[in-house]
């Protein structure tokens, strides 16, 4: 069939339905408050509920303009969408670039039985491009879709107005199980600074709900105790225990709602094979990922947890980063670092995998660099508050003594920077590690390097040291190994990116004396 013939197709008119309900749902608070305490309703702590009726409201009319103008087809070579009421929008993306087809259901998409459809074509976020997403369809439709656009799986031929894909799906292809969710990862998702920011939100938003129905949850929390009694101390402690502990449930509760029946597990495609994420309660999402993308893993390692063994699983592919949303790089929830490196092994298909090779410590020259860092942001802190004592009358002089603290954490925080240092080149792959707050393994495919970046700063060369960097269009796009010896750099650049470097080579056999400076001044000459 030609692309003329094709017909355009509407979402499904079942959207509106729940767009409706989402509008009359967003306007009940705010209708109970004033049907039933209309006389007390203190109109000051109002505006928060209306406004969120307003929004809702608002939403549900931009959700039916958007149904009415937006229209989509599949051909034989493009998934095309035109949207749009005030300025007009048509994309298309070539179905031999596609990399991705995810779908995903908030509770009231999931409640009428639809889906949001995601296609993806290895877009950076970052970039400002966005995927086309159809928001939203039947569940039989995603379904066939996915089948259609990942697998290959052609939809029989329907009449012109019919949707062509609102058919039973195909049974999906069996995929190896990689990972599924385990309860006790919980715990390394509970305990967090964020604790307190949700607490705060929660009771926050509490707060002004009860009020709105002229209780007092102030007056209340008073009544518990006599706490003039009880003193500031432990009225104070008391306080932070209780958001704690609500905080400590709120995450909780999230994890499980985000991460419900998670599984990742490598399934056959169109091209190969694709990592597929599922996961998710009450809205649920299905994330694949091209493995003809995939050039590494990362594993994250953050300083204050790693002590349970706390790690972040990401993969290293064309078109993703930490920063992707859509799909995410992110293959596992947070968990145990133990399960993070078997996955990774089972990801990349080797045993054992490149995260688990003994990494080449660095020399002890970069400890020095970093302990005079922290020397010099103390004499920095130091001096400047010395300085304000001298501008702010109100500042004790004796003040500046307080940057002085800064200097054990500066030293700890070098001697933990300077232990995470480590790299290797094994099963090709180049695994370097790096990192004081979050230590971060990141194995790069050697044959996805595609430039080497030597960089020495005035006390690296002093200190005989070197940062190598390989480019790679995957990822973060680069990935270092800071203060290697600068006499290993070029042998490490060499065991990373085999011959890349050999066109900049006074000859091209290697000598095992050749530093950076060589190479740079073999590549200056004419």
Do not use: C
């Amino acid at each position: 069939m030609s692309t003329e013939e094709v017909p355009w197709q509407r979402l499904d008119t079942r959207v509106v339905w729940v767009d409706a309900a989402k509008t009359l749902l967003s306007m009940v608070p705010a209708g109970i408050a004033i049907a039933f305490f209309g006389a007390e309703i203190n109109w000051g702590t109002m505006g928060p509920i209306l406004g969120a009726t307003a929004f809702g409201v608002l939403g549900g009319i931009a959700d039916l303009l958007r149904w009415v103008k937006t229209r989509y087809r599949i051909t034989d070579e493009y998934v095309e969408r035109r949207t749009g009421l005030f300025v007009r929008q048509h994309r298309s993306i070539r179905r031999d670039r596609i990399r991705s087809v995810d779908t995903s259901a908030k509770l009231r998409h999931k409640l009428a039985g639809l889906r949001v459809v995601t296609v993806g074509a290895g877009q950076h976020s970052a970039a400002g491009e966005a995927a086309l997403m159809l928001d939203a369809v039947r569940t039989e439709t995603a379904e066939r879709l996915r089948q259609e656009l990942l697998y290959g799986v052609t939809p029989a031929a329907a009449p012109a107005g019919a949707d062509p894909v609102d058919e039973p799906a195909e049974a999906r292809p069996d995929g190896n199980v990689l990972a599924r969710l385990e309860r006790s990862w919980v715990l390394y998702n509970m305990f967090s600074i964020w604790a307190f920011l949700m607490a705060a939100g929660l009771l926050w938003g509490t707060y002004w709900l009860l009020q709105m129905f002229g209780l007092d949850p102030a007056g209340f929390v008073q009544g518990l105790a006599d706490w003039d009694a009880v003193g500031t101390a432990w009225t104070v402690l008391i306080a932070v225990a209780a958001v704690g502990v609500v905080g400590v449930v709120g995450l909780a509760v999230n994890f499980f709602t985000e991460n419900w029946r998670f599984v990742l597990e490598r399934v056959p495609g169109e091209r190969g094979t694709v990592l597929r994420t599922t996961q998710g309660l009450f809205k649920t999402r299905e994330v694949n990922r091209d493995d003809n993308r995939l050039r590494g893993v990362q594993i994250a390692e953050p300083l204050l947890w790693r002590w349970i063994g706390m790690a972040d699983t990401t993969v290293v592919s064309t078109g993703l980063s930490i920063w992707s949303m859509t799909p995410s790089a992110q293959i596992l929830p947070r968990g145990p670092v133990s399960v993070a490196r078997r996955v990774a092994a089972e990801v990349l298909g080797t045993t054992p995998g490149p995260l688990d090779r003994t990494l080449r410590a660095h020399p002890r020259r970069a400890l020095r660099r970093r302990a005079g860092w922290a020397l010099t942001t103390t004499a920095l802190v130091t001096g400047l508050l010395a300085w304000l004592t001298t501008l702010i009358d109100a500042l004790p002089d004796g003040v500046w003594l307080a940057g002085l603290g800064v200097l054990p954490v500066g030293l700890a925080l070098a001697v933990v920077a300077y232990r995470a240092l480590g790299h290797t080149v094994a099963d090709g792959y180049l695994v370097v590690r790096s990192g004081a707050w979050a230590r971060t393994t990141a194995a790069l495919q050697s044959r996805a390097v595609v430039g080497v970046t030597f960089r020495q700063s005035l006390l690296q060369r002093r200190l005989r040291l070197a940062t190598v960097e390989v480019t790679t269009a995957a990822g973060t796009g680069g990935y270092s190994a800071l203060d290697v010896a600068s006499a290993e750099a070029v042998d490490l650049a060499d065991a990373a990116a085999p011959g890349l470097l050999d066109p900049f080579r006074a000859s091209t056999r290697p000598r095992p004396a050749e530093t950076v400076a060589d190479v740079v001044e073999a590549q200056a000459r004419p």
